[in-house]
């Protein structure tokens, strides 16, 4: 298989579509010429190179030439990216505003106060990818994706000899995987049995202290110790199980009830669900966790996840009680106390279907709840309290206690993102209480006990990208909310590339305005606008002046002394 450089005008054409056709009917005389002048151009002949793959076409790929540069601080579900305004991937074609079609180059995707965190074994810290030099374009039959980490080895005449993954997949990974690693096990469960009042001890790096390897076990009163040991690649721990206490896997089939299982060890999971139809189902124990990248209950790759009455705290940064990450999978959760204690560390952050009933929820350093991507969270009858503070690593674009949005990492299948709430509270101790950002999201509350210390309702915008959510001036947010039965108040705040549909239903009362304002990135309008429909027995009562797009009044407005503008001039007060 040879693959060849492609430079210039010509390969921006082939990426643009422009001239693909005539770019793969090129001679081989001119494809020659093309790579010597990369070659000439890039100097990369002879010489072996990283990169990021910013775009494919085909069996055209660009890439990003460039390396890590490391740094510390970040947050729970983030990886750094330089300050720039074009992320690696814009926002899909099908997501609503998404009017620029510009190739973006120059930084990795971003999570938010979420999920991968500050410094690694061998206080290894995360970095961010910086550009080395100008984008080069290969043509190839390795299969790619936007956002790839590669190595590139180039023949003396230009031509491309191998390209691999470049062991540093996802910005702020420090020695990435590109292929499926669970590590070692101090202790092994693969056949089917009942275990009782036995204890579990690791203390090795990349160990867990037990693993339950395709077996339908039965655990009762078990001690589950991970006592030390270093986790030498975090995708692996993040994404797969390596180094946590307690790991199944290939299908397992697990019922945990009254363990005290903790976890000393970075990256060091506490229970870990990983890959379809692995079921464990945990009851009535303690889950503790100190060292930073270390959730309490962790569920990746397709696995289940069945919790009740359980006590689970976490100490580290970048460690959420309730956790999924790449792969996603069924999480439900029914009783018990969840609470994370340190930064970027939510109560819950999901990319899969997390469902959490009669519940407490606390999020210490951290923002309550976080929904990445085509997920879930949902909630009934739950106290869930967040508080984010200014020192997350999301903080600059927004202090939040709810948010929803699309990191662009590939953790997280692009699509509408889901959260309803029945009953009890939601308190946020700092900053606005929902956020939605580069994403569309289906909203529901009813009957829950809403409280604001400060900021907004509800923030619905665009980003600046410095973190890699989506393209600056493209980026919005798009929110459908049903509020059933449901007191709120505050502002609602929504950009000019983003749009809300609310419904006051059955005998809500919103006391608030809403508010449109420009796009801080100059993006364009989105033709979706803010409409608002209030439902018979349901109140508004304003508290400032509002434009809108539409209104649909069945119920009861309380104009307050203010005014209400639609987007036809018409002026209701």
């Known amino acids: 298989m040879k693959m060849t450089a492609i430079a210039g005008l010509a390969a921006l054409m082939i990426l643009s579509g422009c001239s693909e056709t005539a770019a793969v009917q090129t001679d081989e005389k001119t494809e020659t010429a093309q790579t010597e002048e990369a070659v000439n151009e890039n100097d990369y002949a002879g010489e072996t190179i990283t990169g990021q793959v910013n775009a494919v076409s085909g069996n055209i790929a660009e890439i990003i030439p460039g390396q890590m540069v490391y740094d510390s601080g970040l947050m729970d579900g983030e990886s750094a990216a330089p300050d720039n305004t074009k992320s690696m991937q814009d926002p899909p074609d099908s997501m609503p505003g998404n009017n620029n079609q510009e190739m973006a180059v120059g930084q990795p995707p971003e999570k938010p106060d979420g999920e991968h965190g500050d410094d690694f074994p061998g206080n290894m810290p995360e970095g961010i990818f910086v550009k080395t030099g100008e984008a080069i374009t290969i043509e190839t039959d390795t299969e790619l994706s936007a956002g790839d980490y590669v190595e590139i080895v180039f023949a003396s005449d230009g031509s491309v000899e191998s390209i691999t993954a470049a062991g540093m997949h996802k910005a702020g990974k420090p020695g990435g995987s590109s292929e499926v690693s669970h590590g070692t096990a101090a202790n092994t469960i693969s056949e089917d049995g009942s275990y009782t009042s036995e204890n579990y001890v690791s203390s090795g790096d990349d160990e867990n202290a037990l693993r339950i390897d395709g077996a339908e076990a039965e655990l009762t009163g078990i001690t589950v110790r991970k006592e030390s040991g270093s986790s030498s690649n975090a995708e692996n721990g993040d994404f797969y199980g390596v180094n946590a206490a307690v790991l199944a896997l290939n299908g397992a089939d697990v019922t945990i009830v009254n363990a005290d299982i903790s976890s000393d060890a970075q990256n060091g999971n506490g229970v870990f669900s990983y890959g379809s139809g692995t079921v464990v189902e945990i009851s009535d124990s303690t889950i503790t966790t100190n060292a930073d990248n270390s959730g309490g209950i962790q569920t990746t790759g397709g696995g289940t996840t069945i919790a009740s009455n359980l006590t689970v705290e976490t100490q580290g940064n970048s460690s959420a009680a309730i956790r999924s990450d790449r792969g996603g999978g069924t999480v439900t959760v029914d009783g018990g106390t969840y609470t994370s204690n340190g930064l970027n560390s939510p109560a819950v952050y999901s990319t899969a279907d997390i469902t959490v009933r009669n519940a407490v929820l606390t999020a210490a350093g951290s923002e309550a709840l976080v929904i990445e991507g085509s997920n879930s969270i949902e909630l009934e009858n739950c106290d869930v309290t967040g508080n984010m503070g200014t020192q997350g690593a999301s903080s600059d674009i927004n202090i939040h206690n709810v948010m929803i949005y699309q990191s662009m990492s590939g953790d997280a299948d692009v699509g509408t993102s889901s959260f309803s709430m029945t009953g009890g509270s939601l308190t946020s101790l700092s900053g606005d209480m929902f956020f939605v950002t580069n994403t569309s999201a289906v909203m529901y509350l009813k009957d829950t006990e809403l409280t604001n210390s400060s900021g907004n309702l509800m923030t619905i915008t665009g980003n600046n990208a410095s973190h890699g959510w989506g393209t600056a001036g493209a980026n919005g947010g798009h929110v459908e909310m049903t509020a059933e039965d449901q007191t709120m108040e505050g502002d609602i705040v929504v950009d000019t590339i983003s749009s809300l549909d609310l419904t006051l239903a059955g005998s809500s009362v919103f006391n608030g305005t809403i508010v449109i304002t420009d796009n801080a ?53």
Do not use: P
């Open 521 to 573: 990135e100059g993006g364009s309008s989105s033709d979706s606008g803010v409409h608002v429909t209030v439902e018979k027995d349901s109140v508004w009562t304003l508290t400032g002046d509002c434009v809108i797009s539409t209104l649909d009044n069945s119920g009861t407005i309380n104009y307050n002394g203010y005014s209400i503008t639609l987007s036809d001039g018409t002026v209701l007060k």
